[in-house]
């Protein structure tokens, strides 16, 4: 074969030009909703229940996002996903100089309980699950969302939602850190011991590949970096005394789908297999303790600008890659995003897509419908041989948390980045 | 020009998303710049100083938080003050096409959407460069 007609993923996984029995790893005889779950967390996977629609939302004033959110929960929705504003994300109040541009841009101010009180008027935090996008001021959110639902008598047995509270991709990727990450770590293994106690319910964090992604990574490094925070998280945790068989279960994960509709079903596969068996190796004895749950948003950076239509379709199959690959929850980006926060048209065409492939593709009939492919199970086990590889040698460099410290992460990224960047505009012709 | 032409890349605000900055540093680089590149959090006095100091040709804005009706005119207004009146403003980010023609009326350079080719963005620099500074 000449070097020409060569094919690769972004992660470096070269393609083959048919894929044959012989390449079907050895071992295939697994059952989904069981160890190692590569296959899926629940046996009956969407035929028991879809994955939850969870699109993300945050308006400039508590005043209208809590109109905003009436209207979802009367369309049916049951999961909020609140969008904060920068300020409240860094922990400025709107009238510090630095807000100055950014109060109410990217999502909602929180100055305070009243703002809390307002956001969410007339809605029953025990009945709602709350997701919020909220990491170095996490506890001061999840406190505040606490207080009030004491004030409306809720039993806090019951309340159910969602903080980000993964401050080590902040400094890798996102940007919202405040503390160094000695005492972020603290704060948020504090979070894990207060929450198995007072709100057994909420997800103590949300362990984030997305932002990874959006940074220029492939999505080999995705995983491989993403899995690496995690046992971090769940290390710093395990020195403090918790159990981890209680707190595991609490840990959830984000991650982001690109175009490579194949890779990136085999991503999700592989990094599933590869939490159970961490998390195996750490200590947990407890099944449920093991499960990789996660949530997936499309990739904002696959947008683009030019002939914006065009991402409808790319929005479609990175919904089917989601899909296919097992995902709890899903949020589609609006094909505007390259423009602009996305037109109410473009928002609601990207729910549309979700219901499509939920209700029309067909690919909810069946539980992990690629098990079995030639090419689905050798790409799998090559991404999951690739991240072990990577995971490895970023355990040689030094544990995660150093890693943070000296920046190793983002000296890899550029690289990447660039090349991406490169890909796509050849790509675009 | 006897010199390379430089370039200031800043993130203004508490904007985290460096990727597009990062991009468009390491082209201009490439394409013979020397470019100091802020870090994120800057403020606009903050940028405005180290453009004076760096004796900048150009600074480069990279704004996606929806905060470039604020940045933009504070910048160019301490430009002005400084007296980096002959030193370009550009930048980039979803800054949607009627912002843009309002931030280009009170004297802010092209500003560039996600996906351009970063081509573009160095002939253009390189273009106003020769224009506006041969000295």
Redesign the interface.
């Known amino acids: 074969m000449s070097e020409e007609s060569k094919k690769s993923t972004d992660s470096g996984i070269e393609i083959k030009q048919v894929y044959t029995q012989q390449h079907l790893p050895g071992n295939l005889d697994e059952k989904p909703g069981v160890y190692p779950f590569s296959r899926g967390v629940q046996p009956d996977m969407y035929r028991g229940k879809l994955w939850t629609m969870r699109q993300y939302a945050g308006f400039s004033t508590a005043e209208e996002s809590n109109k905003r959110y009436h209207y979802l929960l009367s369309q049916g929705v049951s999961g909020l996903s609140v969008a904060f504003d920068l300020p409240t994300q860094i922990g400025y109040d709107s009238d510090h100089p630095l807000s100055e541009g950014e109060v109410g841009k990217v999502g909602v101010a929180v100055d305070s309980i009243e703002d809390m009180q307002i956001l969410f008027n007339g809605i029953k935090l025990e009945e709602v699950s709350t997701s919020m996008t909220i990491n170095a001021t996490g506890y001061i959110l999840l406190a505040l969302y606490v207080a009030l639902a004491k004030q409306q008598g809720a039993d806090l047995k019951k309340i159910s939602g969602t903080i980000q509270n993964d401050i080590l991709k902040e400094y890798a990727a996102r940007g919202t850190y405040i503390y160094p990450p000695k005492p972020s770590m603290r704060i948020i293994t504090d979070i894990f011991e207060w929450c198995s106690k007072e709100v057994p319910k909420w997800n103590t964090i949300s362990i984030s590949g997305y932002h990874i992604r959006e940074a220029g990574s492939t999505a080999v490094q995705e995983i491989a970096f993403t899995l690496s925070n995690g046992k971090a998280y769940v290390k710093a945790a395990q020195e403090k005394g918790l159990d981890i068989n209680v707190f595991g279960k609490r840990l959830s994960f984000f991650f982001n789908a690109h175009n490579n509709l194949f890779e990136e079903v085999a991503k999700f596969r592989a990094a599933r297999k590869m939490w159970a068996k961490i998390m195996k190796d750490l200590g947990t004895t407890d099944p449920k303790a093991m499960m990789l749950r996660f949530h997936t948003q499309t990739g904002g950076s696959t947008l683009t600008a030019q002939q914006p239509l065009n991402n409808i379709s790319r929005v479609t199959i990175q919904t089917m890659a989601a899909v296919l690959g097992g995902t709890q929850s899903l949020h589609t980006n609006g094909y505007d995003e390259a423009l602009s926060l996305p037109t109410e048209e473009a928002a609601r065409i990207a729910l549309r897509t979700q219901q499509i492939v939920a209700y029309e593709s067909g690919a909810a009939d069946t539980v992990d419908p690629l098990a079995g492919s030639y090419f689905v199970e050798a790409m799998t086990q090559e991404v999951e041989e690739y991240a072990w590889k990577l995971m490895e040698k970023l355990m040689q460099w030094a544990e995660v948390l150093p890693l943070s410290n000296k920046g190793l992460f983002k000296m890899k990224l550029p690289a990447v980045l660039m090349s991406t960047s490169v890909t796509l505009r050849t790509m675009r012709r | 020009m006897s010199r390379p032409i430089r370039v200031l890349v800043a993130k203004v605000?508490?904007?985290?998303?460096?990727?597009g900055a990062?991009?468009i540093a390491?082209a201009l680089r490439d394409a013979g710049m020397e470019v100091i590149y802020t870090g994120?959090?800057q403020?606009p006095e903050m940028v405005v100083s180290a453009a004076l100091q760096e004796d900048v040709d150009a600074i480069g804005i990279s704004i996606l938080?929806?905060?470039h009706?604020?940045?933009f005119p504070k910048v160019i207004t301490l430009m002005k003050e400084k007296g980096l009146d002959d030193v370009l403003l550009t930048g980039g980010g979803?800054i949607?096409d009627e912002d843009i023609a309002e931030l280009n009326k009170i004297g802010v350079g092209k500003l560039f959407?996600?996906?351009?080719?970063?081509h573009e963005i160095a002939d253009y620099i390189n273009g106003w460069v020769k224009e506006h500074r041969s000295f």
């Open positions: 605000g508490l904007d985290g998303h460096d990727r990062k991009v390491t994120l959090r403020t938080s929806g905060a009706n604020t940045v979803i949607p959407h996600p996906g351009t080719n970063t």
